[in-house]
């Protein structure tokens, strides 16, 4: 065998490109995140809210003016023209209006007038600008059992209030509406494209479960807000159609569980035909409302079979519904489309760890069921029996893409007698810091490629679905939270006290047990180029976003989700942009 002398130098010059990595990966500093972003502890995030893609425009705490502290307990946002609509999750405080002309001083310049008693604006509250027409919710208020809230008998069944916002500033009540019992959840709109004076209002009744299984109703509100006579449209409910349980307890191994079935909110499409169903435990689906978009005649009564026909609202046939988020501890919440292509994003809301993210659902027409055969180039049928076609998305939609965060993976939730440490580890189970509040999403306003979501206590996100198969974060905002507020937020956000009374009974303070937290839970909506939400302990934030597909976002006007048609007739959730109807 011949031995090859190498010389020493070479030797030594082969080893050192090796030499140069290992110096260059002992050099490097701390590998930056580049997925799904934690939250940052609250006591490590900046006074200016930490942030990636965004920018801190504006905000206002709204201080509470008896006790010079953010009020808390806020609900959702809307908003006509330059104002702002800042509702509220409890009856002791009113749906505030907010000047936005400066964007970078939201200032308060108003009150809504609403029912004593009632939360106005708890989540939903809804407008269509141009027509001055402002709609809000009366829900039963949230808060404490130790002092419920006194409700006038004449006012026990209102949940829906109208207003003519022709002053933006200073709306009026015209019309209020009995919507049949108490348990009146969540409001949107739907305005006819083709006849734009023509409006609807749906509610579902997700508060607690009604004798006649009714989960939603439609009224007519045409000529609100200057001729207002709101005309019940039609009903729909799963238990009154087909006499599915509210609640299904189910029955596996080491315990019971109890899932809601009932619809939690209603998005019409953009042509009114169809509605998509946040059906809770049930699923999503979608249902017929081609009646009351065309304008056919119709029985408004809820149908009482599958198969019975002529009622304005009805299952769609032979339908399937897509299974909620994950492990299934959330309920199917919201559902926005995806402008320009056939796809809605759906919000689940759980507050019990795993907690819930989005689901991003096909509901197109080319959903094939056959094979591509290499050899002929052809469209064949499935293993060679069949036939060759597409499904029908709004009869069976497809779960295409999922996004969570950090703080949402299973294998990480405490299980009932594990010691949970203070603070999380990089492995392990979740600690306190994270368990204190709920990391779920609320709510999402969409673009093409971009979608904004409210995330509780894991702040606001910027999410790419430019492939929805593949979505991920392009960026987020951590507000620094109020220290303290008049108001301690529901169990989501952390313990409250003890409510401090006045003679009268009425809770005047109730101070929450750790600091606030974090708490992102409105609609995110956009105004004038500017992404605005409400935090519901620290108030009102304007920002702007910097990241990819920046240049998505219209820089005047505003952009609102899951209400087709209230800006502009046509489209969703603003000019340019319309969303798919199959």
């Known amino acids: 065998m011949q031995v ?15 030499a140069l990595l290992v110096v260059s990966a002992c050099s490097q500093g701390p590998v930056t995140y580049t997925g799904s972003q934690p939250r940052t502890p609250i006591e490590k995030i900046p006074s200016g809210g930490e942030m990636k893609n965004f920018q801190l425009v504006g905000q206002n705490q709204l201080l509470d003016p008896k006790f010079n502290l ?26 505030l209006i907010l000047d936005m002309k400066d964007m970078t001083k939201p200032t308060v310049v108003g009150e809504v007038p609403g029912i004593a008693g009632k939360g106005m604006g708890i989540e939903a509250i809804e407008a269509v600008g141009d027509l ?8 039963n208020s949230k808060g404490w059992t130790e002092a419920p809230p006194k409700v006038a008998p004449a006012d026990t069944n209102v949940g829906l209030v109208v207003y003519d916002a022709t002053d933006c500033k200073k709306p009026t009540i015209v019309s209020k509406i009995d919507v049949k019992n108490t348990f009146l959840h969540y409001m949107t709109l739907w305005r006819d494209p083709n006849k734009p004076d023509r409006v609807f209002v749906s509610v579902t ?23 207002c006579n709101p005309k019940l449209a039609g009903e729909w409910g799963l238990r009154a159609q087909l006499g599915i349980p509210a609640n299904v307890t189910t029955k596996y191994e080491g315990g019971t569980r109890v899932d ?19 059906q809770t435990k049930y699923g999503y689906l979608q249902i017929d409302s081609s009646a009351l978009a065309e304008g056919r005649s119709c029985d408004p009564s809820p149908a009482k079979s599958k ?36 796809y809605v994003a759906i919000q689940h809301e759980g507050h019990a760890c795993p907690f819930g993210g989005i689901t991003f659902a096909y509901i197109g027409d080319k959903d094939t069921f056959s094979t591509y055969d290499r050899q002929t180039g052809q469209l064949v049928a499935p293993g060679g029996a069949g036939s060759v076609g597409v499904f029908r998305g709004d009869l069976y939609p497809r779960n295409v893409g999922t996004f969570a965060i950090p703080e949402q993976n299973p294998d990480r939730c405490p299980r009932q007698g594990d010691q949970i440490p203070p603070t999380t580890a990089a492995t392990g189970i979740y600690g306190a810091d994270v368990m204190r509040s709920s990391k779920t999403v609320h709510n999402a306003l969409a673009f093409p490629s971009v979608l904004f979501a409210t995330w509780y206590g894991a702040g606001l996100r910027a999410i790419d679905i430019t492939n929805p198969s593949s979505p991920f974060e392009l960026g987020y905002f951590f507000n620094k939270p109020v220290p303290e507020v008049r108001y301690c937020s529901e169990g989501s956000a952390g313990p409250c006290d003890k409510p401090e009374l006045d003679a009268e009974g009425v809770p005047v303070r109730v101070k929450q047990l750790l600091p606030p937290d974090v708490f992102a ?33 219209p820089q005047t006007g505003l952009c609102i989700s899951h209400n087709p048609n209230v800006v502009t007739p046509g489209f969703e959730p603003c000019a340019p942009y319309k969303t798919w109807s199959p």
């Open 132 to 139: 001055n027409l402002l709609v809000n919710t009366a829900r």
């Open 4 to 18: 090859v002398h190498v010389p020493r130098w070479s030797r030594l010059l082969s080893l050192a490109p090796l």
């Open 307 to 342: 198969t019975e026909a002529g009622h304005c609202l009805s299952v769609l046939p032979d339908f399937k519904p897509l299974a909620a988020f994950g492990t299934e501890v959330a309920n199917v919440h919201g559902v926005v489309s995806i402008p320009g292509r056939p």
């Open 521 to 553: 839970r409105s609609y995110p909506i956009l105004m004038n180029g500017h992404i605005v939400y409400y935090d519901e302990n620290s108030g009102i934030y304007v920002l702007k976003y910097t990241g990819p597909h920046a240049n998505e976002l």
């Open 205 to 227: 009744y997700n508060s607690g479960v009604p004798e006649d299984g009714v989960d939603v109703r439609v009224w007519d509100l045409t000529g609100c807000p200057k001729s």
């Open 260 to 278: 809601n079935t009932q619809t939690h909110d209603v998005t019409w499409s953009l042509d009114g035909k169809r509605m998509h169903l946040a």
């Open 70 to 95: 953010p009020r808390g307990m806020g609900g959702g946002i809307t908003a006509i023209r330059d104002c702002l609509y800042a509702g509220s999750s409890i009856a002791y405080q009113p749906t």
